[in-house]
């Protein structure tokens, strides 16, 4: 088989047989099906879906074939009907036979839509129209060579390669595009949210508790064009719905936590990519911030609470608190940044920044760790920072404490300073790979991923902790993020079907080894600041849409060189621990110089830091 965007050729190969059978299966949950045997031609639908979708959701189908059938069928459920053309009900299909000689080929064309079988035929014949097997084959492989082509990595090794662009292909498969062209050439969507088929941009399936982390920023960085449509989709999403889609998949799904689409939004905003309402974006936003959604992961769940108190308590039947308290006042930085740059009133933007600090609300200085809050100030007891969910989401306080993306500094402070710091990062490393899982009553596969790593209780496998190596550049130890992103890279990834140490998440995972491979991460987006870590490869460039390259060399890279001795911004040294937005899309040259012990002295002055709230 071979793909379009709403479409696919099939290319059956069968032995010498008068019984040469294609079944196809409408699915459970409803379908029909349709036979016209004069038009080669089957249409049909399926309504398969796993809620939080209105009554009239739809998959339309139209299947064409290169020649006429022999015989035909349907089905519905387990019985045979031969003499039906047509068939609908709980799970119905059609059976389609051919008199075939050896090695002769059936060629299938199947195409889907969301509106209906009419412009599913339209997408059949506008994706796939006048085109051979070959030609699709061909033009999809050109295709996916030019996206993969926009970073050329060069001076690994082939498996290093093979795993840099398994995961840059899985950072590009999501959100899908859940749009359509009419007749008219217009862009329209079926809308998972209220059933009507509406003009612009639709996309679905993902994440954002996942994404906002460093798959979005990707495609801030690597893809504005498609941001600003992704934005695009956001804005028709709150007008369909009146909610921001924490998790679609299509519709609105109650699946994870937090108001992560704040983040998005002011990422894309303040880097540049204007192309959208972003007036209904803010208002949408602010809406977040004190209402309940209709789902748990729409809205914030506990906003009374943390906006009253600061912190959404542990005691008050309200799960995942402190992880809830965490990502509500990150999501309220990138509010406050927000607000700035649209002009809004300075009570506002107060306000937000205000909240912004509420993560020091949950965190405990007796255990150094941030720690469920009851409704009378006093901390959960007991409390064990190896306990999985309870007051944190798929992790424990090992993961959570770190989630402070919008002030490291302030967490420094909290934890006594910089040696205290940078202490209790190594101790997720050097603490036993234990975990109590008495809260899900079972091991989750997160867990065990992390006890099968046994790296203490780093859980790379699921996305809480991923940013957290890369802190060390706030503490003056940027050496030890270098050592440890080269550990992950090496130990927790490769290209084979077990290539991930956990789930990959919509291209989370996937991003993240990205741009660790390229040799810097965006710890907090929402700023224009990716922090440095340590480069996989000795040359990588990347093409940016506005023509630019920037070109990043390491040559004397290797697998014992993992240390950054030195680095240079077109030709001139700088100290500091990141990179900013505008300079990688200036294109040009940064250069790491490589070395197989720590340089313990470079990036550690203060003015070298990553951005910080308290520094502001
Ligand atoms: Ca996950």
């Not at 019985?79 to 799970?91: A, F, M, R, T, V």
């Amino acid at each position: 088989m071979t793909p379009t965007e709403r479409a696919a050729l099939f290319r059956f190969t069968y032995p010498e047989s008068d019984s040469s059978w294609i079944i196809i299966d409408g699915f459970n949950k409803g379908s029909s099906v349709k036979i016209i045997p004069s038009e080669r031609k089957v249409v049909g639908w399926c309504r398969n879906n796993h809620g939080g979708v209105p009554s009239n959701f739809c998959n339309y189908f139209v299947i064409t074939f290169d020649r006429d059938f022999r015989e035909h069928h349907t089905w519905n459920e387990n019985i045979l009907n031969s003499n039906d053309l047509e068939e609908e009900g709980e799970h119905v299909g059609a059976i389609l036979g051919f008199s075939t000689s050896k090695g002769e080929k059936v060629n299938m064309r199947v195409a889907s839509s969301f509106i209906s079988e009419e412009q599913a035929l339209l997408n059949l014949e506008s994706e796939t129209g006048g085109m051979s097997f070959e030609d699709i084959k061909i033009r999809a492989k050109d295709i996916w060579n030019a996206e993969l082509s926009r970073i050329k990595v060069e001076g690994g090794t082939d498996d290093q390669m093979r795993t840099f662009y398994s995961c840059l292909y899985r950072s590009l498969l999501f959100p899908r595009k859940f749009f359509e062209k009419n007749s008219k050439g217009d862009i329209v969507h079926y809308s998972p949210y209220n059933g009507q088929i509406l003009p612009g941009y639709m996309f679905t399936d993902n994440g954002f508790w996942d994404t906002f982390r460093s798959q979005f920023p990707f495609l801030t960085l690597m893809y504005p064009d498609l941001n600003s449509q992704i934005m695009q989709g956001l804005v028709n999403t709150y007008l369909e719905s009146g909610w921001l889609p924490e998790w679609a998949s299509p519709g609105h799904r109650d699946c994870m936590i937090g108001s992560n689409s704040a983040s998005l939004i002011a990422d894309s905003w303040l880097k540049g990519i204007r192309d959208y309402d972003i007036e209904t974006l803010y208002e949408a936003i602010l809406k977040n911030t004190d209402s309940v959604g209709p789902v748990s992961s729409v809205g914030r769940l506990g906003a009374d609470y943390y906006n009253k108190l600061g912190y959404v308590p542990y005691d008050v039947g309200i799960n995942e608190n402190v992880a809830r308290t965490l990502e509500y006042a990150y999501a309220d930085f990138c509010i406050a940044r927000l607000a700035e740059a649209l002009g809004k009133p300075q009570e506002e933007i107060a306000l937000f920044r205000n909240r912004a600090m509420n993560y020091k609300n949950v965190f405990d200085k007796e255990s150094k760790l941030m720690r469920g809050r009851n409704l009378d100030g006093s901390f959960q007891s007991p409390f064990s920072p190896y306990k999985w969910g309870d007051a944190f989401t798929e992790g424990n306080s090992w993961h959570y404490t770190w989630s402070v993306f919008q002030d490291v500094e302030g967490l420094v402070s909290l934890m006594g300073g910089k040696k205290g710091f940078t202490e209790m990062l190594d101790s997720v490393f050097t603490v036993p790979p234990v975990f109590d899982y008495s809260y899900y009553g079972q091991v989750i596969h997160e867990i065990r991923e992390m006890q099968v790593m046994n790296m203490g209780n780093y859980a790379h496998g699921n996305q809480p902790v991923q940013h957290m190596i890369y802190l060390y550049n706030y503490a003056g130890e940027p050496w030890k993020t270098q050592f440890h992103i080269r550990e992950v890279l090496d130990k927790l990834y490769n290209w084979l079907p077990d290539g991930y140490c956990g789930d990959e998440d919509n291209g989370q995972t996937s991003a993240w080894y990205v741009f660790s491979a390229l040799g810097f991460y965006p710890v907090t987006p929402g700023t224009d600041e990716y922090v440095f870590g340590s480069p996989l490869f000795k040359k990588a460039t990347l093409s940016f849409e506005n023509g630019k390259k920037m070109i990043i060399e390491a040559p004397d890279n290797s697998r014992d060189n993992v240390y950054v001795g030195g680095i240079s911004l077109n030709g001139k040294k700088i100290d500091r621990n990141y990179i900013r937005h505008s300079e990688l899309q200036s294109g040009g040259r940064l250069k790491f110089d490589m070395q197989n012990s720590p340089n313990k002295t470079r990036g550690t002055s203060e003015e070298s830091y990553p951005f910080s709230m308290s520094r502001e």
